[in-house]
């Protein structure tokens, strides 16, 4: 998985704090596609689990979701109505039904849905 510049800004962000903790995206299965992308705040690593690092920012990969976000690009999107992380994955089906991809960072700092086409 890379990180765009505008995804690294805003880790960054969320993972300035007075407690340091890991970010660490996993998948959950839901909605039609059958996958959602997570994102929580762990205090270490699983044993398993793969770390990503671009630009001084880690990001952990839950062990369970190496196969769904292999060879993913993880950005930060705002608009006028939303902002997001957007996880472009060119392992999603070209010839599906558009799905929606929803991102969850516990402790609502963030919630909001991303539709891959």
Sequence with gaps: MTLTPNAVKHLRTLLDQPDPKLIKVGVRNRGCSGLS???EYVEKPGM???EVEQDGVKVLIDSKALF???GSEM???EDKLN???VFNNPNTSMYSIPT???VHITNHFYRGAVRLW
């Design 48 to 50: 398993f689990d793969e």
């Design 75 to 77: 950005d930060w999107v």
């Design 100 to 102: 929606v991809w929803q």
């Design 68 to 70: 769904s976000i292999i």
């Design 37 to 39: 992308y997570n994102l």
């Design 83 to 85: 902002q997001r992380f």
